[in-house]
Structures are given as C-alpha cells and as structure tokens.
C-alpha cells in the first residue's frame, strides 16, 4: 500500500465520535468463522459492541447494569435492554477492502458451542480499522485516541467527497446543535464533533471550512471552499466536556486545575449541606461557618473540592473542606508530581482541617490566615497542611477592618487573587497578599510591612514542615501579589498590583517607575539560589492598570497578562486592537525593556473587557489566554465581552456580554489563530451571569484549558453542558461551580509519517 504522505493535495475529513461511557482500550478482531457471516470485524467497548460489515458499521448499546446481574446470578427479570444505531455508508463500493491494522501481541482463542467449525484460535486483535476504497478514491479509517472512537476520511486525487453520505438508523433523534452532530440513543448520545478537514498540499496542510449537513438521517459534509495558505496552522478546538457540580447547595466556582491524566478538578465554596460528596471522601458533611462573619461577602461556607474524570461523564471524588467557626475559600490548586492536589485558600477558622503530619505552623494566628493543604489522589486522606499568617488579615487582597475598600478591588471578587505552584521536586510557592506586620519572613529582599497591605511570596519544603523564604513586596501603600512562575536560570518572577509610589527596597536598574493613577502593575524576579531580588518593574500608565498572570517562554522571558483604564503602545506589525483596554507584554529577562506587546479587546470601550483567569505560553511561544466579562467591574461601566476579537472557525460565535472569553495567539503576536466565546444565553427575564469568585484557572503544556465557572446563578442552567456528563443541570437554588474543558487540540497537530496513514496528532 502506498504511504498516505506521498499523496498531494489529498483531502482529509477528521471526525471524532464520543459515546456516552468511557471507552475501554480498542481492541478490533476479525471475524475468522468464530461469528456469523456477515461480521467482518467486532470491538467491545464499554456497554457496547461495534460490529463492521460491508458497507456498514453497528453500535449496539447494552444496560451493563443488567448485565451484570445476569453475569452473577443476581436477581435479573426481563430481556436485557439493548440499542442499536446502524451507520450505513450510502453508495459504498462493493469491492472496497476492509483490513486490520496494528496487530497484537496477545491472541484469542473461540471455542463455542459444539460445532468444531466455530472453534478458533489464534485470532489477533488490530488497533485500527482501514477501509481502502470506500468510495472511489476515498479510503476510510476507524480507531480510537484519547478514550474516544475517532474515524477519518481520506479523499485522494480524483476522489470527490461528495461521494460520502452516512445514513443512521435506529437514533431516537439526530440534530446538529453548535456544529456537533448528536445522535440519540435510549442510554444517551454519541457525539460527532465538528468535522476537522485540511488539504494535504506541497507546501503543508491546508486549512478548509466545513460543516455537517443532516437530510433526514442521512449526513454529508459542506464544504466551504479552501484557504491559499502555506504552512497554515491547523486550529480545531473541541469542548471536551462542560459539568455543573451538581449540588442542591449554592457553590461558587473560584479555581481550577487538572493532573497528568488529563482528570479536571474544580475548586470553589458550598454554603450548607447538600453538596455531592463521594464516599470515601476526606470530608463528607458541611462543617459550618459563621453567619455573623461579614468581613469577606458571602457567609457561612466551606471549600467544595470536585475531581471529574477526562471526559467529564463521571465524579471521580468530591469532598467539602473547612473549619466550623468561620468561613473558608480556596484560591489556587496544583498537582504535585504523583497528582496530590495541593489546595490553596484562606480561611477565618481556627480549627480548619491540616492534617496530622508535622507542620510549619500547626495554629490559626489571626483575622484570617493563608492555608495549604495536600489531598491523596483518590481524595481520601489529607495527607499535609499548613497554616501561614500572622496576627492581622492574610491572603484576603483588600480586606478591611474599616471596611474600607482598597483601589487593587478593581474586578468583582479580585479579594480572592493570589496562586500557587510546584518545582520539580514538589516545593511549593505562593504569591498573595498580607496586612500582617508579623508576617513570617526569612531569606527576605524586603523584611518590612510598608503600607495599608503588601503582597508576599513564601517557599515552602514539599512536606509543608519547612518555611524556605518568605518576603514582602510592597510600599506604603496598597500592594498585592496575584501570579507567580519559575524561570529557567533557577529564577523566580510574581507580578501584581500597587498603588505605592515605589517599593520598600532598593531596586537595582528599576525600569520603570509607578505612573499613578489608581493602579500599577509590577513585575519582579528573585534568585532562588540565595533568594537576592535580582530585578523589578512597574507597568502601566497614567490611569489604572494591573497585571495578573506571569509565564515565561522556554528562554526563560517573562509574558505578563493584565487590563487597563489607559493607552497601552502595540508592537509594529502584531494583531491588536488599537484602543483596546486587555494588554500582553513580553519583557526581557531584567524586567528593563519590553521585547514586544500588544492590546486586545472590543471597541469604544472606557474600561477592560475581561477579568483575567488563565494564562500560558507554549513551547512554540504561542501565547493562550482566558477571561471572563460583564459583572466583573462591578459598579463601573464599560466592561463586558460585547464586541472583542473572535475568529471564523469560534466555538461560540455571540455573546450576552457576560461571557468567557478564550483567545490563542501565534508567536510574536503576528496573528489572533482562535478566539471564541462560552457561554449561556440570557433571555429577556433571566440572566445567565457566568463569572469567577476569584482565584485562578489553568492551561496545560498542550493548550488545554481548565475553567471554574461561577454558573447558574439564580437558579438557572443556562450555561452550555456537554452530553454525557457529570450533571447537565444546576441542582441549587442559586449557583453552582461548573467546570468547563476545552481542547485547542489541532494547535499542536504536526505530520508525522510514522506509516501508511500519515497520524497527524
């Protein structure tokens, strides 16, 4: 057979279908007389088996609950509920070839009944099904990647996709809804996601828009012309899956993150009981709170933890986290390198859970105290915790005994800022922000309170028993410490907010000075070899500005993230907006000179679009944002997510103008690749309100981001769900933390001829 990767100009159609459960590992086998005739090929998924005939492939679906009753001689009455969706390939050649692809190691053997002839061994499995000639000059080719059924389309010259019509039988209905083909079955969907086609040319892969068209039952592809563009980078992002929580509690969304498996976990507060614990949980009931405890909004309430499986259709576990006298909220999660999830937060409660291993400080110091806790990767057990503080407010941006409100509260819920992270042997970091003249320091740039609040960043052994360093970072004013990454020269920057003319310290080479107004960014870089303070900058104008998020490049060049009232310059020849109140800068590694910025947003508009929640830069310097808009400048006007930048291919195309907000751009700036909404649709009685209480969410190395969402407000569920998941519904009489997961996955698809059919994943 010749190599697909010799072929030019070919036309590829990717598709991914999802059936309802997990799929089990694809294991394909030949019909070698074992089956009746007519089978070519079997694969057992998980409650289902798939069977290929000529010119046809069945789904037959199955209650495994039943069948596992029979299969144990448990009580079982009736006929086992069975659903079977045909896919028949509409004028397929006859003479088309049907081949195995990737055989086993492993062998079977079928001895059934008593008929000889049915009895055989030695039948080795494939891992992939290759159709050759389906149509004329289109070949067709089944497998499965990441736990789903993928099947792809090869038109080669000559071939005419037109050709390709796919009927469905059995479906109780079948639609097209935002791009995805949903096919319906008694025990739920498969889904079809958006058709992925590029030309296979000379030059590289082309990009071509396309879309399902469904008549009747039977589906075929529109395809809407092709882009001339060489070496064209290949977007197709896929929502992976999007869940409500679930609860019958009200629950906040404030954090998110995700572990090696690609599970995502969501982090936010549950206000009474009725949250969905899972059994075996660290903690399965509401601890309590404080109802008279209005320093911090909202009342009486614990951290709510949730761990979904990678597709979303499962809870893996769910478990509340808190003190019973005051109020607890988590700000910032990560996995460690064995996935124990590290959670970050504050809390108002002397007797908040911290485990029983030893502990750099094992009690509560004050108003309200940092807390850092480690979890076990089943949720079962609190393995450490720690308390960091002193005698006033820590880690509450903003919090006032006077109930003054500090110019850093810009965006609604900004008091919960702050992040934490891991190095490669688990010691943990964390930015955030203190009104605590007795805040523990060691190793300090700066040993001072200077102000109303300062920002702080402390490094903690990976047991939590050890402090390693801790600093201020502020003046006499206000100052607040939101992200934080490592560099690659045993470096370490954290960026923020301040109102403070300049910083307590002295500032070797400082770049720029505080231009007043409401607020200043600030970036900083410390050597984590002796913990000296080898640089730092203010960023912003006149008017206010703050910066959120840093990331560094694999050169080690800081990429910062933030919003501003003020004119922000754009670099010659990049994408932006001219006028446009988000802004991304790339500085060099002194924090002295910006290398290269941009600003982006919607237009005619006095303040920011978005609260920032994520950010990454990728090993091919591609930068990855997310944001939310609408109530998040609170009282002020001019925000929201009316009008920015969106690319033809979005996932969402419009907006209410309280949206998310998730944005790709190309190395250098020089391109906005993707840019879509999500989000639900208000109506003209409800609004749909989506947003963040604080705290920070997170993309992978690959481009996928892992969103909390603050959904449902209200008591509505209006915010989109995937088929299949957790919960399609918000249980509460008000909110509920929904987690969204969503795949830039052709970002990183690069042509790899490792065979015959060109894996370009």
């Not at 995805?180 to 030059?203: C, D, H, M, W």
């Not at 990049?574 to 941009?598: H, P």
Request: charged share 20%; aromatic share 14%; hydrophobic share 35%.
């Amino acid at each position: 057979m010749k190599r697909l990767n010799t072929y030019i100009n070919c036309l590829v159609i990717i598709l991914i279908a999802y059936t309802n459960q997990a799929q089990a590992q694809f294991k394909l086998l030949p019909n070698n007389g074992q089956w009746e005739e007519g089978v070519l090929f079997k694969a057992e998924l998980s409650a289902c088996n798939l069977f290929v005939s000529k010119g046809q492939i069945t789904y037959l679906f199955y209650n495994s609950e039943q069948l596992n009753e029979a299969q144990h001689e448990q009580k079982f009455d009736g006929q086992l509920e069975m659903h079977a969706i045909k896919v028949n390939f509409l004028g397929a050649n006859p003479a088309a070839v049907y081949s195995g692809i990737g055989q086993s190691v492993e062998y079977y053997n079928y001895f059934i009944g008593n008929n000889p002839q049915k009895w055989k061994s030695k039948v080795y499995a494939h891992s992939k099904l290759y159709i050759s000639n389906i149509y004329n000059n289109i070949d067709f080719e089944l497998f499965e990647e990441k736990g789903a059924l993928k099947y792809n389309f090869i038109v080669k010259p000559g071939g005419d996709y037109k050709q390709i019509k796919l009927q469905y039988d059995g479906a109780d209905s079948l639609f097209i809804q935002n791009g995805v083909l949903n096919i319906k079955t008694r025990f739920g969907y498969i889904n079809e996601l958006r058709p992925f086609v590029y030309e296979q040319a000379s030059q590289g892969d082309l990009p071509i828009n396309s879309q399902y068209v469904l008549e009747g039952n039977t589906m075929h592809f529109e395809i809407n012309g092709k882009r001339n563009v060489s070496n064209a980078l290949i977007i197709d992002p896929v929502l992976v899956f999007s869940s409500y929580s679930g609860s019958r509690a009200d629950n906040f969304g404030y954090t998110a993150t995700f572990d090696s498996k690609g599970r995502g976990i969501a982090g936010g507060t549950v206000f009474g009981f009725g949250f969905p614990t899972t059994s075996g949980a660290y903690q399965v009931d509401f601890a309590g709170g404080d109802e008279e405890d209005t320093d911090i909004g909202y009342v009486d309430r614990d951290c709510g933890i949730s761990v979904y499986q990678a597709d979303g259709k499962s809870l893996l576990y769910c478990t509340y986290l808190g003190g019973s006298m005051s109020n607890d909220q988590p700000h910032s999660m990560i996995v460690d390198s064995k996935d124990n999830l590290l959670v970050m937060g504050t809390t108002k409660s002397f007797d908040f859970p911290i485990g029983i291993a030893p502990a750099f400080d094992d009690s509560y110091n004050g108003l309200s105290d940092i807390f850092i806790v480690k979890f076990s990767q089943d949720g079962t057990q609190l393995l450490l915790g720690t308390f960091v503080g002193g005698s006033s407010y820590d880690g509450l941006n903003g919090d006032r005994p006077t109930k003054t409100t500090s110019p850093l509260l810009y965006n609604y819920a900004d008091d919960f800022r702050g992040e934490i992270i891991v190095d490669t042997l688990d010691d943990v970091y964390v930015a955030t922000t203190t009104m605590s003249k007795d805040f523990p320091t060691l190793n300090a740039s700066d040993n001072s309170y200077g102000g109303k609040q300062d920002g702080c960043v402390f490094k903690l052994s990976a047991d939590l028993s050890t402090l390693l360093f801790s600093t201020y970072i502020g003046g006499n004013e206000d100052d607040a410490a939101y992200g934080l990454d490592l560099g690659t020269h045993n470096d370490l920057y954290i960026t923020g907010g301040s109102n403070t003319i300049n910083f307590n310290y002295s500032v070797p080479g400082l770049a720029q000075i505080n231009n007043g107004g409401r607020a200043d960014g600030f970036l900083v870089r410390i050597d984590l070899s002796n913990f000296n303070l080898l640089a730092a900058t203010f960023i912003g104008t006149s008017a206010y500005d703050q910066t959120y998020f840093v990331k560094v490049d694999k050169y080690g060049k800081p990429f910062v993230f933030g919003q501003s009232e003020g004119q922000h310059a754009r670099s010659p020849n990049v994408f932006g907006v001219d006028g446009s109140r988000m802004f991304l800068k790339k500085l060099d590694l002194n924090c002295t000179a910006i290398e290269l910025q941009t600003v982006f947003g919607g237009t005619n508009k006095l303040r920011p679009d978005i609260s920032p929640t994520a950010l990454l830069v990728d090993e091919c310097e591609r930068i990855f944002i997310a944001g939310w808009g609408g109530i998040n400048l609170g009282g002020f006007t001019g925000g929201g997510t009316t009008n920015m930048p969106i690319t033809s291919d979005a996932y969402q195309k419009s907006t209410d103008g309280e949206d998310f907000y998730l944005a790709v751009f190309s190395k250098g700036f020089n391109e906005l690749q993707y840019a879509t909404y999500i989000g639900g649709k208000s109506t003209p009685s409800v609004s749909a309100h989506e947003h963040v209480d604080g705290g920070t969410s997170r993309f992978d190395k690959k481009g996928v981001v892992y969103q909390s969402v603050c959904a449902g407000c209200g008591g509505q569920s209006l915010f989109p769900t995937t088929q299949g998941v957790w919960s399609k519904t918000n249980n509460s009489r008000n909110c509920n933390n929904a987690l969204f997961k969503f795949d830039f996955e052709n970002l990183n698809r690069k042509p790899i001829a490792k065979d015959s059919f060109m894996e370009v994943f």
